[in-house]
């Protein structure tokens, strides 16, 4: 089992900046990868980004390619995500992502906001 804690997100105007934090633990060894899934009021969840933790390979929506950057932290077996020039279609509640083989698990969820 995998306990994933997020941080971070609120209500933010257009063009400011977050950042969101999650932490794991539990069984968080093997070539897995943590990341961060979104999901706006009325449609589908989406992925946003992800980074591998064996060699920090990283991937990014095309939308958000740019503005966020994820990153982590070894010791802390934390991920980031720096989210910049925030847009009011970033609003979504995004959730924390972890994936090791067939297993998958998710944070709460935090919400973020943009909006003037």
């Known amino acids: 089992q995998v306990q994933l804690v997020e941080s971070g997100g609120g209500l933010v105007q257009p063009g400011g900046s977050l950042r969101l934090s999650c932490a794991a633990s539990?069984?968080?060894?093997?070539?897995?990868?943590m990341g961060w899934f979104r999901q706006a009021p009325g449609k589908e969840r989406e992925d946003v980004a992800f980074i591998r933790w064996s060699d920090s390979t990283t991937y990014y929506r095309n939308t958000v390619k740019g503005r966020f950057t994820i990153s982590r932290d070894n010791a802390k077996n934390t991920v980031y995500l720096q989210m910049n020039s925030l847009r009011p279609e970033d609003t979504a509640v995004y959730y924390c992502h972890f994936h090791l083989g067939p297993n998958t698990y998710w944070g709460q969820g935090t919400q973020v906001t943009v909006s003037s």
């Open positions: 539990g069984r968080t060894f093997g070539d897995y990868t």
